[in-house]
């Protein structure tokens, strides 16, 4: 296992775009996360699926914002009509229930929104 | 709600000198406190976790809850510890996400 994946690790795209980013978290673990990372901020929860249930979303992630985790394992997520304001790295972390404080994070995805 | 505070975004010493990378927190009840770390063209890690008192790369750290603060100290710094660090919390017990502070870039000089 080579840890968390995730694809793209960049994305340039127009304001107004659609915009799809995928995670995959290392096989064993039943937890994922999604979290935002702008310049000089540290990561911001974004939402957590427990197998493929969607436990938590926080309020930073608005209408335009959509997550999935259809089979427990990989994640999607999908950012509609996207704005300037959505540039950030999109981190997905993994880990398992028991130790959910331990997380194994991604190298992120870079979205750059002209 | 909880909060993570990080109030410098920088220190910078020389090789061999003792460091303390600050940490205070907000939150009501009673948290969980870690330190992640990310080396250049690494990903986050995990550094250390309060409730396991232990010593990682000769780094530790003390929850203070009369301060609410969970400083990180090394007595002699090294060159390979530079990175940023951050602060992050949890609500004991609660099995829930981690909050992060806005992190900290440690640079250690030769």
Known sequence: ?114 | AQRVTQPEKLLSVFKGAPVELKCNYSYSGSPELFWYVQYSRQRLQLLLRHISRESIKGFTADLNKGETSFHLKKPFAQEEDSAMYYCALTPTGANSKLTFGKGITLSVRP
């Open chain 1, 1 to 114: 296992d080579t840890g968390v994946s995730q694809d793209p690790r960049h994305k340039i795209t127009k304001r107004g775009q659609n915009v799809t980013f995928r995670c995959d978290p290392i096989s064993e673990h039943n937890r994922l996360y999604w979290y935002r990372q702008t310049l000089g901020q540290g990561p911001e929860f974004l939402t957590y699926f427990q197998n493929e249930a969607q436990l938590e979303k926080s309020r930073l992630l608005s209408d335009r914002f959509s997550a999935e985790r259809p089979k427990g394992s990989f994640s999607t997520l999908e950012i509609q009509r996207t704005e300037q304001g959505d540039s950030a790295m999109y981190l997905c972390a993994s880990s398992l229930v028991s130790t959910s404080w331990e997380l194994f994070f991604g190298e992120g995805s870079r979205l750059t929104v002209l």
